[in-house]
C-alpha cells in the first residue's frame, strides 16, 4: 500500500487540530454522561474525568509517535505493521470502528429531538436530512470538514455560557465528600465517562492533511484539554444543580439544566438548546464517516464518493428498520467499552511493533 498521497492544496494549518480534536470530542456523550458518572462514583467522578483525559493524552502521543517513525494514515501504519493481509484486516477494523461511531452520534442525537421536540417525526427523515447534509459538506474536501470543525468548537464554548445560569440555582455542598471511593469505582468511572473522550483517535486518518504535521502535536494536546476541562466543568455544575439522586435519575442532565433558562423572547429554551446542539453533533457525524469511507477508498482503491453513498444508505437503513432504544444501546455497548479498549490496547502494541521494526532496519 502507498503511503496517503494529499495534494498540497487541501491540507490545513496545525493550529486547526485543536478544533477537529475537541470537535470530534465534544459530542452526544456531554448531554448524558454525568448519570452513568454519578452511579459509579458520585462526587468523586471529576477524579475519573482527569484520569480519562490523562490516557487520551498519552494516546496522542503515541499516535504522534508512531507517526514520526512511519508517515502517512492509519492505513499505512498497519500495512507497515503486519503486511498486507494481516494489515488490511485491522485496517478493516478501524474503517468499521468509524462508521458504528458516525451511526451511533446519529441515532442518540434522533432520540434526543423525538424526546425533546418532533416525537412523531420519524427516525428515517431526521437521518435522511443529516446525511444529505454530510454529504454535501464531504464533497466540499476536508478543509471545509475542517471549517465546520471550527463552527463546532465555538458553538460549543457559547452552550456552555448558559451552564452558568444554573448556578444560581446550586448548592455547593453537593461536592461533598469527596475521596469517598475505591479506586476500583475511579476506573470504573473512568471506563463510563470514555465514551465522552473518545474522538481523538480521528488523527490517525486526518493527519496526512495537516500542514507540516509534528508541529501539530501541541495543539493537538491543547483540543482534548480543553474537552477535558470542558467535561470537568459541566460535572461540577451538574453535581452542584442535582441531588445525588436527581442526577442518577436525569437521562439529559446537561439539557435539562439549560432548560430553565429564561428570556423574555424565549419561552422554551429547550428547543432552542437542542437544535444548537445539532451544530455540535454534525462535526462528529461528518469526520468519522468522511475517515470511514477514506479508508475503504484507500484499501480498495475506488472513488471517495462511492463507499460515502454505500455508508450513508446503510444507515439510512439502520434508521428505518432497526431504530430503537435497543439498538442504541447495542451500538453505545459496542463503542463503550469495545472500542475504547482496543484503541487503548492497539495503540501502544502498534508502536512497540513499528519501533522494533525501525531497530531492526525492516521500515
Same mark, same amino acid.
Request: zero cysteines.
Given at each position: 500500500?502507498?503511503?496517503?498521497?494529499?495534494?498540497?492544496?487541501?491540507? $490545513?494549518?496545525?493550529?486547526? $487540530?485543536?478544533?477537529?480534536?475537541?470537535?470530534?470530542?465534544?459530542?452526544?456523550?456531554?448531554?448524558?454522561?454525568?448519570?452513568?458518572?454519578?452511579? /459509579? @462514583?458520585?462526587?468523586?467522578?471529576?477524579?475519573?474525568?482527569?484520569?480519562? *483525559?490523562?490516557?487520551?493524552?498519552?494516546?496522542?502521543?503515541?499516535?504522534?509517535?508512531?507517526?514520526?517513525?512511519?508517515? *502517512?494514515?492509519?492505513?499505512?501504519?498497519?500495512?507497515?505493521?503486519?503486511?498486507?493481509?494481516?494489515?488490511?484486516?485491522?485496517?478493516?477494523?478501524?474503517?468499521?470502528?468509524?462508521?458504528?461511531? /458516525?451511526?451511533?452520534?446519529?441515532?442518540?442525537?434522533?432520540?434526543?429531538?423525538?424526546?425533546?421536540?418532533?416525537?412523531?417525526?420519524?427516525?428515517?427523515?431526521?437521518?435522511?436530512?443529516?446525511?444529505?447534509?454530510?454529504?454535501?459538506?464531504?464533497?466540499?474536501?476536508?478543509?471545509?470538514? @475542517?471549517?465546520?470543525?471550527?463552527?463546532?468548537?465555538?458553538?460549543? =464554548?457559547?452552550?456552555?455560557? =448558559?451552564?452558568?445560569?444554573?448556578?444560581?440555582?446550586?448548592?455547593?455542598?453537593?461536592?461533598?465528600?469527596?475521596?469517598?471511593?475505591?479506586?476500583?469505582?475511579?476506573?470504573?468511572? @473512568?471506563?463510563? $465517562?470514555?465514551?465522552?473522550?473518545?474522538?481523538?483517535?480521528?488523527?490517525?486518518?486526518?493527519?496526512?492533511?495537516? !500542514?507540516?504535521?509534528?508541529?501539530?502535536?501541541?495543539?493537538?494536546?491543547?483540543?482534548?484539554?480543553?474537552?477535558?476541562?470542558? @467535561?470537568?466543568?459541566?460535572?461540577?455544575?451538574?453535581?452542584?444543580?442535582?441531588?445525588?439522586?436527581?442526577?442518577?435519575?436525569?437521562?439529559?442532565?446537561?439539557?435539562?439544566?439549560?432548560?430553565?433558562?429564561?428570556?423574555?423572547?424565549?419561552? !422554551?429554551?429547550?428547543?432552542?438548546?437542542?437544535?444548537?446542539?445539532?451544530?455540535?453533533?454534525?462535526?462528529?457525524?461528518?469526520?468519522?464517516?468522511?475517515?470511514?469511507?477514506?479508508?475503504?477508498?484507500?484499501?480498495?482503491?475506488?472513488?471517495?464518493?462511492?463507499?460515502?453513498? *454505500?455508508?450513508?444508505?446503510?444507515?439510512?437503513?439502520?434508521?428505518?428498520?432497526?431504530?430503537?432504544?435497543?439498538?442504541?444501546?447495542?451500538?453505545? !455497548?459496542?463503542?463503550?467499552?469495545?472500542?475504547?479498549?482496543?484503541?487503548?490496547?492497539?495503540?501502544?502494541?502498534?508502536?512497540?511493533?513499528?519501533?522494533?521494526?525501525?531497530?531492526?532496519? !525492516?521500515?
Amino acid at each position: 500500500m502507498n503511503p496517503a498521497g494529499v495534494n498540497e492544496k487541501d491540507k $490545513v494549518q496545525p493550529f486547526y $487540530v485543536f478544533f477537529l480534536v475537541h470537535a470530534m470530542q465534544t459530542g452526544i456523550g456531554v448531554l448524558s454522561f454525568q448519570r452513568v458518572l454519578a452511579k /459509579s @462514583t458520585g462526587t468523586d467522578g471529576w477524579i475519573s474525568i482527569i484520569l480519562a *483525559g490523562l490516557i487520551v493524552h498519552l494516546l496522542i502521543w503515541v499516535i504522534y509517535k508512531i507517526f514520526s517513525i512511519v508517515p *502517512g494514515d492509519i492505513l499505512t501504519v498497519n500495512y507497515q505493521a503486519f503486511g498486507k493481509w494481516m494489515g488490511n484486516f485491522f485496517s478493516l477494523l478501524f474503517i468499521l470502528y468509524f462508521l458504528l461511531l /458516525s451511526l451511533t452520534v446519529m441515532i442518540s442525537y434522533i432520540q434526543v429531538i423525538h424526546v425533546w421536540m418532533f416525537e412523531e417525526v420519524p427516525a428515517w427523515s431526521f437521518s435522511l436530512v443529516f446525511l444529505v447534509l454530510i454529504y454535501y459538506i464531504n464533497t466540499g474536501g476536508f478543509r471545509t470538514i @475542517t471549517g465546520i470543525a471550527f463552527l463546532s468548537a465555538t458553538m460549543t =464554548f457559547g452552550l456552555l455560557f =448558559f451552564l452558568f445560569y444554573a448556578m444560581k440555582y446550586s448548592e455547593f455542598t453537593n461536592l461533598l465528600p469527596i475521596f469517598d471511593h475505591s479506586i476500583l469505582d475511579i476506573w470504573k468511572g @473512568t471506563r463510563n $465517562v470514555s465514551l465522552t473522550m473518545i474522538g481523538f483517535e480521528l488523527i490517525l486518518m486526518f493527519y496526512p492533511f495537516i !500542514r507540516d504535521a509534528k508541529s501539530s502535536q501541541k495543539y493537538a494536546h491543547g483540543g482534548a484539554l480543553s474537552t477535558t476541562l470542558t @467535561t470537568l466543568f459541566i460535572y461540577l455544575v451538574s453535581l452542584v444543580f442535582y441531588s445525588q439522586k436527581q442526577l442518577v435519575m436525569t437521562i439529559w442532565p446537561t439539557l435539562s439544566m439549560t432548560s430553565i433558562v429564561e428570556l423574555s423572547f424565549i419561552q !422554551r429554551f429547550e428547543y432552542i438548546d437542542v437544535s444548537w446542539w445539532a451544530i455540535v453533533i454534525i462535526p462528529n457525524m461528518t469526520i468519522s464517516l468522511w475517515a470511514a469511507s477514506r479508508g475503504f477508498k484507500r484499501l480498495f482503491n475506488v472513488q471517495q464518493k462511492y463507499p460515502l453513498w *454505500g455508508m450513508s444508505l446503510i444507515i439510512l437503513m439502520i434508521n428505518i428498520f432497526f431504530f430503537d432504544i435497543d439498538s442504541l444501546n447495542i451500538l453505545a !455497548r459496542i463503542i463503550n467499552p469495545y472500542g475504547v479498549i482496543f484503541l487503548v490496547s492497539y495503540l501502544p502494541l502498534l508502536l512497540v511493533i513499528i519501533y522494533i521494526k525501525k531497530k531492526r532496519n !525492516r521500515i
